[in-house]
T-cell receptor
Framework: GAVVSQHPSRVICKSGTSVKIECRSL??????MFWYRQFPKQSLMLMAT?????????EQGVEKDKFLINHASLTLSTLTVTSAHPEDSSFYIC??????????????FGPGTRLTVL | AQSVAQPEDQVNVAEGNPLTVKCTYS??????LFWYVQYPNRGLQFLLK??????LVKGSYGFEAEFNKSQTSFHLKKPSALVSDSALYFC????????????FGKGTRLSVIA
């Protein structure tokens, strides 16, 4: 149980295009989802917190107009990188917290999406 | 603000030997501490967590960690390392058990040599 999936697993796009990344909780309802970004050989940095039905909360320095987050349902959050540029190339990882009695407030991580912008 | 320090970028250990990956933390209040492992191009896999109770926490794949409040440490240990344990290990802290994001250390790359 408590599986989080991400789609796509990797994507290559041209500079200037937009890319949508999906994060799904497969077997539980995710009350909160987090989006992290990981550069090569570095740690995960929180980008934003997403609660179902409300606007995402962005960390300082993260452009909300560039990284659009939508949490339309209790099982799906999407991150859209708009007008992507090579410096946006990174590994994007989502995590979810859900109503799971045995794992109260534990975060479950998706497998990540490797974005490469040419 | 909370923070996590993993002082070693790289840890090398021979297969069959015990391993330790160090982690110290700084948080106001009672900490909630986690260890995750990451294999290349993969997401994070949960190993273990400390919320409350016994200071020695046992987790997945034979790993354990000891919470030391006086030293603000939460070192990850395993009695006998396997080559398959080679990966990137992250320590993380949360200030409470609520819906708050984790703060991660920079990660320690473990290399187990046959």
């Amino acid at each position: 149980g408590a599986v989080v999936s991400q789609h796509p697993s990797r994507v290559i796009c041209k500079s200037g295009t937009s890319v949508k990344i999906e994060c799904r909780s497969l077997d539980f309802q995710a009350t909160t989802m987090f989006w992290y970004r990981q550069f090569p050989k570095q740690s995960l940095m929180l980008m934003a917190t997403s609660n179902e039905g409300s606007k995402a909360t962005y960390e300082q320095g993260v452009e909300k107009d560039k990284f659009l987050i939508n949490h339309a349902s209790l099982t799906l959050s999407t991150l859209t990188v708009t007008s992507a540029h090579p410096e946006d190339s990174s590994f994007y990882i989502c995590s979810a917290i859900g109503r799971i009695p045995s794992s109260y407030n534990e975060q479950f991580f998706g497998p990540g999406t490797r974005l490469t912008v040419l | 603000a909370q923070s996590v320090a993993q002082p070693e970028d790289q840890v090398n250990v021979a297969e069959g030997n015990p391993l330790t990956v160090k982690c110290t933390y700084s948080v106001s209040g009672n900490p909630y501490l986690f260890w995750y492992v990451q294999y290349p191009n993969r997401g994070l896999q949960f190993l273990l967590k400390y919320i409350t109770g016994d200071n020695l926490v046992k987790g997945s794949y034979g790993f354990e960690a000891e919470f030391n409040k006086s030293q603000t440490s939460f070192h990850l240990k395993k009695p006998s390392a396997l080559v398959s344990d080679s990966a990137l290990y992250f320590c993380a802290v949360s200030p409470n058990s609520g819906n708050t994001p984790l703060v991660f250390g920079k990660g320690t790359r473990l290399s187990v040599i046959a």
